[in-house]
T-cell receptor, first 112, second 114 residues
Framework: GENVEQHPSTLSVQEGDSAVIKCTYSDSASNYFPWYKQELGKGPQLIIDIRSNVGEKKDQRIAVTLNKTAKHFSLHITETQPEDSAVYFCAAGASGTYKYIFGTGTRLKVLA | NAGVTQTPKFRILKIGQSMTLQCTQDMNHNYMYWYRQDPGMGLKLIYYSVGAGITDKGEVPNGYNVSRSTTEDFPLRLELAAPSQTSVYFC?????????????FGPGTRLTVT
């Protein structure tokens, strides 16, 4: 069945450094790739997404890259801050379906 | 807008008991979803609905039931609770049109079955 693998499961970085989280998907029909941030005790919240017709998208300190050939997409956070500490989930979905497959999450700790 | 609201926030059930997790959204979204989140396992889709009166199974539907009588409400029913249903449950909703695929999540319900 469809699968999304996410790595690493935990990531610790020093404040100000960059963090990269990687995901691989299996369904070639996937064309929508969101990233969600989940803070402790809260539901996931969308932070950035990318469609398959775009290779990269940036929003201030956050960027997502997509390699459709390799079925990889990555989240890049630059100049990390303590408030970036959270669990991050990637997901993949295909237009025409209503469902997204989520990765298993990455717990990011930004050390002050 | 309150967004997606879920009740209760926490619940402890005994094995064999039943309960309903409530979910309401006030954004007039067509699609609604129920996920469960187990430690280190990400989000697994239990059931989803594309509109009032229409529901369908996700990846892990066994032991659960849903209904969608209105656009706003999407309750999740647990019959004969089992320890394997101990989890955090999230409801989400999404607008259908306009190419907007963002799912909006509720704050979650933490359920323990003992």
């Amino acid at each position: 069945g469809e699968n999304v693998e996410q790595h690493p499961s935990t990531l610790s970085v020093q404040e100000g450094d960059s963090a990269v989280i990687k995901c691989t998907y299996s369904d070639s029909a996937s064309n929508y790739f969101p990233w969600y941030k989940q803070e402790l005790g809260k539901g996931p919240q969308l932070i950035i997404d990318i469609r398959s017709n775009v290779g990269e998208k940036k929003d201030q300190r956050i960027a997502v890259t997509l390699n459709k050939t390799a079925k990889h997409f990555s989240l890049h956070i630059t100049e990390t801050q303590p408030e970036d500490s959270a669990v991050y989930f990637c997901a993949a979905g295909a237009s025409g379906t209503y469902k997204y497959i989520f990765g298993t999450g990455t717990r990011l700790k930004v050390l002050a | 807008n309150a967004g997606v609201t879920q009740t209760p926030k926490f619940r402890i059930l005994k094995i064999g008991q039943s309960m309903t997790l409530q979910c309401t959204q006030d954004m007039n979204h067509n699609y609604m979803y129920w996920y469960r989140q187990d430690p280190g396992m990400g989000l697994k889709l239990i059931y989803y609905s594309v509109g009032a009166g229409i529901t369908d199974k996700g990846e892990v539907p066994n032991g659960y039931n849903v209904s969608r009588s209105t656009t706003e409400d999407f309750p999740l029913r647990l019959e004969l609770a089992a320890p394997s249903q101990t989890s955090v449950y999230f409801c989400a909703s999404r607008l259908r049109q306009g190419g907007n695929y963002e799912q909006y999540f509720g704050p979650g319900t933490r359920l323990t079955v003992t």
